[in-house]
């Protein structure tokens, strides 16, 4: 069965620290990747997302992931945190093409970053 | 999101009872879905819609049953709610069927079963 797995269940960093969040999945085929974030208390937003074309891709805060196909990965990553990064992050895999309509979320990686 | 409120916010029901949750979108995007929460599990695919009355099982759909009358509602009942199923709940949104631009989430039902 398609699994993601997110190996850092809390990560804790001072600001201005350096972040990468580990994303690996198991489906072989076409894929689509995003990530995730849930502030406390508020819904997941969409923080960026591949399908196809430059593997590194970035997104929304100053955050960035690589897709690296032979490692079946799609790392999260921002140069520098900040306090306000503090949150949960959820990455997603759905297998590509048409009738295909369920994601697979991984288990989420709580982050703290001390001020 | 403006476009997508789930209602209630909040509820305490008792086991046994009977409990909808609704799901109101105004963005008339033809796929919805209902996730649930659960520490170290992420989100779980509940059911979800991919056009008025038609609806599928997702990865835990035992316990739960949903209803999709108009584009609008999706509405996610718990026939007899257990402990079990104390859980955030999360409503969705598409307009691809492929999903290949992300989902649009509601904020959330926090539902507790004493």
């Known amino acids: 069965a398609q699994s993601v797995s997110q190996h850092n269940h809390h990560v804790i960093l001072s600001e201005a620290a350096s972040l990468e969040l580990g994303c690996n999945y198991s489906y072989g085929g076409t894929v689509n990747l995003f990530w995730y974030v849930q502030y406390p208390g508020q819904h997941l937003q969409l923080l960026l997302k591949y399908f196809s074309g430059d593997p590194l891709v970035k997104g929304i805060k100053g955050f960035e992931a690589e897709f690296i196909k032979s490692k079946f990965s799609f790392n999260l990553r921002k140069p520098s945190v900040q306090w306000s990064d503090t949150a949960e992050y959820f990455c997603a895999v759905k297998r590509g093409g048409s009738g295909t309509y369920k994601y697979i979320f991984g288990t989420g990686t709580r982050l703290k970053v001390l001020a | 999101d403006a476009g997508i409120t789930q209602s209630p916010r909040h509820k305490v029901t008792e086991t046994g009872t009977p409990v909808t949750l609704r799901c109101h979108q105004t963005?008339?995007?033809?796929?919805m879905y209902w996730y649930r929460q659960d520490p170290g599990h992420g989100l779980r695919l509940i059911h979800y819609s991919y056009g008025v009355k038609d609806t599928d099982k997702g990865e835990v759909s035992d316990g739960y049953s949903v209803s999709r009358s108009k584009t609008e509602d999706f509405l996610l009942t718990l026939e007899s709610a257990t402990s079990s199923q104390t859980s955030v709940y999360f409503c969705a949104i598409s307009d691809s069927g492929t999903g290949d631009y992300g989902y649009t989430f509601g904020s959330g039902t926090r539902l507790t079963v004493v």
């Open positions: 963005e008339n995007h033809r796929y």
